[in-house]
């Protein structure tokens, strides 16, 4: 089954404690982005690759590191997360760019105490 | 500056009815919308596309309307069904920019039985 997946899909950490949230799809597609989604503010681009070892940054890329090493997986990763990073974060692919057909993961909602 | 909004943040319409769901853009620039379902919990799927070349785009059970003088996009459902309850949200971008994707904050359409 094509598909978009995240890991893992809750997490509650504490301000400081490095973590990453994994993002995987089959669909060899090119193109990979990461999206935070808050109340309000609809979705905000963070980061994107267009392919491997080629990332650059979205909208709200501040406190968010990203790498592209494999055609398939797109970390995300808060070196040092904050209270604000509290938010549902969404992975999405697309065959070429974002001007095509975007096959959004599940969400991965964290809590950053 | 650039925004991407919806007219209404809620719908409430009863089985079996059309509903229509308004999105203003404020780029001029912009030359491809998208409208996005998202159910509870889940990411967002993509429904329809539509390019500026074009005024209406209809897919299975949806249209998309585009008026480029007012800077303004709709999507009907037709026969609305309980299983379309979900926030819907626009998207707009520049082709050939390097501008991502701008999502408004969606609406939550209700089908009420």
């Known amino acids: 089954e094509a598909q978009v997946t995240q890991n893992p899909r809750y997490l509650i950490t504490v301000t400081g404690k490095k973590l990453t949230v994994t993002c995987s799809q089959n669909?060899?597609?090119?193109?990979m982005s990461w999206y935070r989604q808050d109340p309000g503010l609809g979705l905000r681009q963070i980061y994107y690759s267009m392919n491997v070892e080629v990332t650059d940054k979205g909208d709200v890329p501040e406190g968010y590191k990203v790498s592209r090493k494999e055609k398939r997986n797109f970390p995300l990763i808060l070196e040092s997360p904050s209270p604000n990073q509290t938010s549902l974060y969404f992975c999405?692919?697309?065959?070429?760019?974002?001007?095509?057909?975007?096959?959004f993961g599940p969400g991965t909602r964290l809590l950053v105490l | 500056g650039e925004s991407v909004g919806l007219h209404l943040p809620t719908l409430s319409v009863q089985e079996g009815d059309n509903s229509i769901i308004n999105c203003a853009y404020s780029?001029?620039?912009?030359?491809?919308f998208i409208w996005y379902k998202q159910e509870s919990g889940k990411g967002p799927q993509f429904i329809i596309d539509i390019r500026s070349n074009m005024d209406k785009r209809q897919g299975q059970r949806v249209t998309v309307l585009l008026n480029k003088t007012v800077k303004h996009l709709s999507l009907q459902i037709a026969a609305t069904q309980p299983g379309d309850s979900a926030v819907y949200f626009c998207a707009e971008t520049t082709s050939g920019s390097a501008r991502q994707l701008t999502f408004g904050s969606g609406t939550q359409l209700t089908v009420l039985p």
């Open positions: 669909m060899n597609h090119e193109y």
């Open positions: 780029n001029s620039a912009s030359d491809y």
């Open positions: 999405a692919s697309s065959l070429r760019g974002y001007q095509e057909t975007q096959y």
